[in-house]
């Protein structure tokens, strides 16, 4: 399909430019957020999971990033219906994906991920393996339930996150985002809460970062110089919507910088709102914060193209809720470079489409309902 964009309309004219991250183009600033759909049993996407994505990218979306996909390493998911970026089926399926998606006119990353100790251990794919984390603990808990890794543990999964990014460059992915945010592994070792270790992987924010920085470091090595590494990080955590990695712009800096050295080429900040300003005294929010901290491209995303009632359902009555005016201002100002849209885009495939060609009246409301099918 070809996206038809409205000359008179705003939106058209601010998203439908093209952006950059390192040796990619994208050809909008319109993202898919990466959502879990567990529509992959043996953790390997079928014909289905090919075109649930490439009909989005035929419809417009400049990237994709994919739901969390699971990193070779036995303690990594819980789940067999998680598509997994490691092994043969599971990566020809994969390079499918990436293939029909290009053929859409989109670019594509897979999500790598693990989850740590938000894993129960005994569910499949490997039933047998442990929960591991910083300092085995759960998120909210005091006493550790699961493994403390050694570092063995962490060189083992530093490897896998390596080798996953290495297969998504053979098999034609685009670049790869490593999953840093919402409390799984990587979060983990960034948050003071789940990381109490006294060696060189916990202590001050800058020691937190250890890990993830030579996470991205090892994935650097093994891709291509032009290779996209994006990193995902959020404040909050599953099960702790207040939890903070940083309090301060100072904080946030700390733990930005090393990651950025290491090799991130862009960073995708999560939060729920993107209108929620992160820190006292500015407008600014966490990607426009994050965009100001690194000169890094940096993706936004959070309620956008909810309707005002169901996030009011979700955050309260009279809470303040932003259109999308609000969101290409900061655009248009270079607060941020992309914006990724979840729900409203697994709700309404042709999201993007409708948005660039000013069709807004068009557009699907989110219901919740949709989560059950993939289409
Ligand atoms: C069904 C569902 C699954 C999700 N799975 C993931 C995931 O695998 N990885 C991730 O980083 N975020 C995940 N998220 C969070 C989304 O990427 C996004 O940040 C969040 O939905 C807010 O964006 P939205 O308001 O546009 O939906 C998921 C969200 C939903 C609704």
Redesign the pocket.
């Known amino acids: 399909m070809t996206v038809t964009t409205s000359p008179t309309s705003r939106a058209a004219q601010i998203l439908s430019r093209p952006t950059v991250i390192n040796g990619l183009t994208v050809p909008n600033r319109i993202a898919m ?5 567990m529509f992959s049993p043996g953790g390997i996407p079928g014909e289905d999971v090919v075109s649930y994505y490439s009909r989005r990218a035929a419809a417009g979306v400049g990237l994709i990033v994919t ?2 996909t699971y990193v070779g390493h036995d303690s990594a998911g819980e789940s067999d219906r998680v598509p997994r970026f490691h092994g043969e089926e599971q990566l020809a399926g994969w390079a499918k994906v990436a293939e029909a998606v290009h053929a859409g006119g989109g670019t594509i990353v897979p ?1 790598l ?1 693990h989850i740590g100790m938000v894993r129960q251990p005994g569910k499949p794919p490997y039933a047998e393996a442990p929960a591991v984390g910083p300092s085995g603990l759960r998120i909210g808990a005091e006493e550790a339930t699961g493994k403390a890794m050694n570092q063995s543990d962490l060189d083992d999964v530093i490897d896998a996150f390596a080798q996953a990014a290495a297969d998504a460059e053979r098999i034609g992915f685009d670049g790869v985002e490593i ?1 840093g ?2 409390g799984y592994l990587v979060d983990q070792f960034l948050w003071a809460g789940t990381n109490r270790r006294t060696d060189a992987y916990g202590g001050d924010p800058v020691a937190r970062t250890k890990f993830a920085a030579e996470i991205v470091a090892a994935v650097r090595e093994k891709v291509s110089a032009s290779f996209p590494v994006i990193f ?1 990080y959020s404040q909050w955590k599953q099960d702790a919507y207040d939890a903070r990695l940083a309090e301060t712009p100072e904080e946030l800096e700390a733990i930005l910088t090393p990651l950025a050295a290491a090799g991130v080429d862009a960073f995708h900040a ?1 939060t ?1 709102r993107y209108w929620i300003p992160e820190f006292d005294g500015s407008d600014l929010n966490l990607a426009g914060w994050t965009k100001k901290l690194t000169g890094k491209s940096v993706i936004t ?6 309707n005002g009632d169901f996030i009011k359902a979700l955050a309260g009555e009279g809470s303040e809720v932003k259109g999308i005016d609000d969101l290409l201002d900061r655009l248009e100002r270079d607060e941020f470079d992309m914006v ?7 709700q309404d495939p042709e999201w993007a489409a409708k948005v660039l060609a000013d069709r807004l009246d068009e557009l699907k409301p989110y219901d919740a309902a949709a ?1 059950k099918s993939l289409s």
Request: hydrophobic share 45%; proline share 3%.
């Open positions: 957020a990466p959502m879990t759909r739901e969390g999500q991920w999953h945010a919402h995902r999560s729920r995303v959070g309620s956008v193209g909810l990724a849209v979840g729900r409203a885009l697994l989560l």
